[in-house]
């Protein structure tokens, strides 16, 4: 029996030998002991037990103040606020907005004299605008009006030596368009040209003597087009154009004297006996000069390439198979809106 309670004694020292070794293991964790004992990994006195006053959740936090002295705390702070006086309005931050003193920064204010001033600066500018606009295609293209007088030879064709020396005038519209920066100008007309044409031709023999004399109107509708250079970017320009002409009315006179040894016989018509052809074509040379902005002269030469008359119905024996092609010189003025 005693042995038996020997035995028992034993065992049940064995095993408060094992609970003791499991909570408290010989080898102690660091982690283990920081977490039983407010964050610290020393063990009070020496001991490898940790601080029986810190043991469990929420070892080692610092605990609240009273209420008292955090009462006292949030006055003291206030005290040193008032100390330091209102705060000026220039330190303002955005975190202050809300603040009285702070607010009337954030104020949004209508200024009628900003607005006045957008505007007369947005008139202004779109004045400019426009007015650079119009001086700009001002400068680019001119209207205006021109007149001209000159006068008139047949220098080509056939049978033309008893053609003389006849006169001209016109007049109409021009324009004139600059084309780029390059000194190039482009001259359109369209006028109205009033021609006139001399026909005087002699027969002398012994005993016969024959005079015939023509003249010969033609009004044109005229669209001459030049191409102007101006030298060097000067005064002096120098065109080449084409010139067409629409017939609008021609007339013609011939008279015929004839005289023998016997009588003086003189034959005068004014019917359409010499008809002018209904179309003309010619070429264009010119010579101009730029007085100023408004006004400028020109010499254009100007030499056709159709024949002037009608050959198909001429009636005058003694023009029956010329072939005119007329040459003119003109001496232009032309004035510019």
Not at 8 to 16: N, V, W
Not at 125 to 144: Q, T, V, W
Not at 176 to 187: D, E, F, I, P, R
Request: proline share 3%; charged share 25%.
């Amino acid at each position: 029996m005693k042995f038996f309670k020997s035995i028992l004694a034993l065992a049940a020292l064995s095993a408060t030998v094992a609970l003791a070794q499991s909570e408290y293991p010989a080898e102690t964790d660091p982690a283990w002991i920081a977490s039983q004992n407010g964050g610290s990994t020393e063990l009070n006195d020496g001991s490898e037990e940790p601080n029986p006053e810190c043991i469990g959740d929420g070892c080692g936090e610092q605990a609240a103040p009273a209420p008292e002295k955090a009462a006292d705390a949030t006055r003291k702070s206030w005290e040193k606020e008032d100390a330091k006086g209102p705060a000026d309005e220039d330190e303002c931050t955005p975190a202050d907005s809300l603040l009285p003193e702070c607010q009337e920064d954030n104020v949004a204010t209508y200024d009628d004299d900003a607005d006045d001033d957008t505007y007369d600066r947005y008139i202004n500018d779109n004045s400019d605008i426009s007015r650079a606009s119009r001086e700009g295609f001002s400068s680019g293209f001119s209207l205006g009006f021109r007149v001209a007088g000159g006068l008139n030879k047949i220098f080509l064709g056939d049978e033309i030596d008893d053609w003389g020396i006849g006169y001209e005038a016109n007049g109409g519209i021009i324009t004139l368009t600059k084309l780029g920066n390059s000194g190039l100008y482009a001259s359109a007309e369209l006028s109205v040209g009033y021609y006139r044409y001399r026909y005087e031709a002699k027969l002398d023999e012994e005993d016969y003597n024959e005079q015939d004399e023509a003249t010969l109107n033609v009004v044109l509708f005229e669209v001459p087009v030049v191409l102007k250079y101006a030298i060097g970017g000067g005064n002096l320009t120098l065109g080449l154009g084409v010139d067409i002409g629409l017939k609008l009315t021609g007339s013609s006179k011939f008279k015929q004297t004839i005289e023998t040894s016997t009588l003086t016989e003189t034959d005068e018509s004014d019917d359409d006996l010499i008809p002018s052809a209904g179309v003309e074509v010619g070429g264009i040379f010119e010579i101009g000069y730029t007085i100023n902005r408004n006004f400028s002269v020109d010499l254009r030469f100007n030499q056709r390439v159709l024949n002037l008359l009608n050959q198909d119905v001429v009636a005058v024996t003694s023009m029956t198979g010329m072939k005119l092609l007329a040459s003119h010189v003109t001496l232009g003025f032309s004035l510019y809106l």
